[in-house]
């Protein structure tokens, strides 16, 4: 059994000048992924129900963690989506919520009164579906810690170990989301994005656990740091029919160059060699068969077999189009143990930066999904039976 401290005083988070309290959690069976072979510090465990914001530093050691150890080179392997042949009606999920609420006609449903590591495999099949359909789905006030969020995770694909993020240091396929008052340079990162979209098969659905809200407000008041989101469905929906003939004929490059050459500059590391991919520029997703535009500003570099001028001048426009739609986006205000889980096939998004220097930390997990392609038979959103 691993053991916490029973009562671990734990000052200032949350920006508060007094300490919270957290307690011994027992340490049930969580079946977690194999973990690689090489992971720093072998002699460190998170323990069970505390924050690896606490119990990490509390080890003497860097967080998030940058020690390098090397993964294997990316490959293709085996992925079938969990939502296929589940229920389009999604019973058994609506049925244990006490409230479902689509919060924009267009992307973004809360459910009420349900609890993530409480729910069967036919209820998480439902909700993977609703994620592929709403493009992101909201849950507050979650009894879920790290074990069980990446157990959680790991349900719906093999897990995203980035290639330069910080980590937690036993548990690699952590990604945390943490700034503070060292984040002179925060805002760089709030640009229109679907997660790590340079590797062979990115992500699909990600799992985002915020628990630590920055006091920005006036007098200390909790609130800043939301997240938006937009629908890759109805952005390419809105496109005219003769630019989107022409979109699902190309293809573009996805680079984590860039990426991996900031991580060296600054402090940190390089797990794999970075790559380049080519990606269809408009993709079909293999659960709702509909089209969803597939660039952004991050990671999309160019468009395969155009002069730059003309490559430059599509991407600018689709980038703007994905920035500008707002009858096409969601934004959500969290608040303490609120969970995200959206999909990166078909959304993308940007988080606010507007709580420097305060502190803002949440824990992420991404399962891997299909190698992105196009299917001319795939249909528009507004072709689609509605949820």
């Not at 307690?23 to 465990?45: A, F």
């Not at 609120?338 to 606010?352: K, L």
Request: aromatic share 8%; hydrophobic share 35%; proline share 7%.
């Amino acid at each position: 059994m691993a053991v916490t401290k029973e009562d671990i005083t734990v000052p200032g988070v949350n920006g508060a000048n007094e300490g919270k309290l957290l307690k011994e959690v027992p340490d049930d069976e969580v079946n977690l992924p194999r973990k690689p072979l090489n992971l720093p510090h072998p002699e460190y465990s998170t323990p069970r129900g505390v924050s690896p914001l606490i119990s990490v530093p509390q080890a003497g050691l860097q967080y998030p963690n940058y020690t390098p150890f090397k993964l294997p080179e990316l490959v293709e392997h085996q992925f079938t989506d969990r939502a296929i042949g589940s229920d389009p009606k999604k019973a058994a999920l609506f049925g244990a919520a006490t409230e479902v609420k689509h919060l924009t006609p267009a992307i973004g449903t809360e459910l009420v009164g349900i609890q993530l590591k409480s729910l069967n495999d036919v209820q998480k099949n439902e909700l993977s579906r609703l994620v592929a359909e709403r493009g992101v789905v909201f849950l507050r006030d979650q009894d879920l810690d790290v074990h069980e969020q990446i157990a959680f995770g790991a349900y719906f694909g093999e897990l995203h170990i980035h290639q330069m993020a910080g980590i937690i240091p036993d548990l690699p396929w952590v990604h945390p989301i943490h700034k503070d008052e060292t984040a002179v340079n925060g805002r760089s990162h709030q640009i229109w994005h679907s997660d790590v979209s340079y590797e062979i098969q990115p992500p699909g659905l990600t799992l985002l656990r915020m628990d630590t809200l920055p006091n920005a407000g006036p007098d200390g008041y909790e609130t800043g740091g939301d997240t938006i989101w937009a629908s890759g469905y109805h952005i390419y929906q809105s496109l005219s029919p003769t630019l989107r003939g022409i979109l699902e004929t190309l293809q573009a490059k996805h680079s984590g160059l860039e990426q991996a050459e900031k991580a060296l500059k600054g402090n940190g590391c390089l797990r794999r060699d970075p790559i380049e991919t080519v990606h269809p520029v408009v993709r079909t997703h293999p659960v709702t068969g509909l089209k969803t535009l597939f660039v952004n500003e991050n990671f999309t570099k160019e468009i395969v077999g155009l002069e730059k001028r003309f490559s430059d001048t599509i991407l600018d426009l689709l980038n703007r189009t994905i920035a500008e739609s707002y009858e096409y986006q969601v934004r959500w205000k969290w608040t303490k143990n609120a969970v995200a889980i959206w999909d990166n096939r078909a959304t993308f998004h940007t988080g606010i930066f507007d709580y420097y220097p305060h502190l803002r930390h949440g824990l992420r997990v991404a399962s891997q999904a299909e190698r992105p392609y196009f299917d001319p038979s795939s249909k528009l959103q507004c072709e689609a039976t509605r949820v």
